[in-house]
């Protein structure tokens, strides 16, 4: 009879092992059943947070608009305030235009002009230094103007476009640009100017 000797132990890993895993994942759901109920109530309580925000930066805005709103009802006139307001500060400018093209000595340019509220720029192209002098002079004897300031008084040659001719033109004379600014008398064209 043969002796029945078993050298090897006896493991026994049916239960154990199958206890083992069903603990850990009873571990696991419970982790992360925890972590989703914290992220839920996390989320949940910023909602109510960025709710709260919202309405604030809502009535914020509201408040803005209304103050807006009321601001442009404020500036806004009537029509009639803005024609009226209109024909208080405007003058004519036709007699002014007129005055200065009629001052305007012989073989002269009157460039161009501008206007602002109480002063006139012009631009003029005279042939001679003497019709600069005489038209400033007719400018401050006006009774349209308080005061006449020249700008500044340059030379320049008719021909100087043409640059084909390469010997000087000794019979070409130059001629001058001249910036003036006038300062309008408006009390003399409030009452009527020359048609007093």
Do not use: C, W
């Not at 989703?36 to 709710?51: H, P």
């Not at 408040?63 to 009639?80: I, M």
């Not at 009157?110 to 038209?135: C, G, H, K, M, P």
């Amino acid at each position: 009879m043969i002796p029945n000797i078993n050298l090897m132990p006896k493991i026994e890993k049916g239960p154990t092992s199958l206890k083992f895993a069903f603990i850990l994942v009873g571990i696991l759901s419970m982790l992360t059943i925890v972590i989703l109920t914290l992220l839920y109530f996390g989320a949940k309580e910023e909602i109510v947070d960025t709710t709260s925000t919202r309405d604030t930066l809502i009535a914020t805005r509201d408040e803005l608009h209304r103050n807006v709103s009321s601001l442009d009802t404020q500036n806004q006139g009537s029509l009639q305030e803005s024609v009226t307001f209109v024909e208080r500060v405007s003058y004519p400018v036709t007699p002014i235009i007129n005055e200065t093209k009629d001052l305007l000595p012989t073989d002269t340019y009157l460039r161009s002009y501008e206007f602002s509220t109480t002063r006139v720029a012009l631009i003029v192209d005279l042939e001679t230094l003497n019709a600069v002098s005489i038209y400033v002079s007719n400018l401050k004897k006006s009774p349209y103007f308080n005061d006449v300031k020249v700008g500044t008084i340059e030379a320049f040659e008719i021909d100087s476009m043409n640059e084909e001719q390469q010997e000087p033109q000794f019979a070409d004379v130059p001629r001058y640009e001249i910036e003036i600014e006038l300062t309008i008398n408006e009390e003399y064209i409030a009452a009527g100017g020359d048609e007093q």
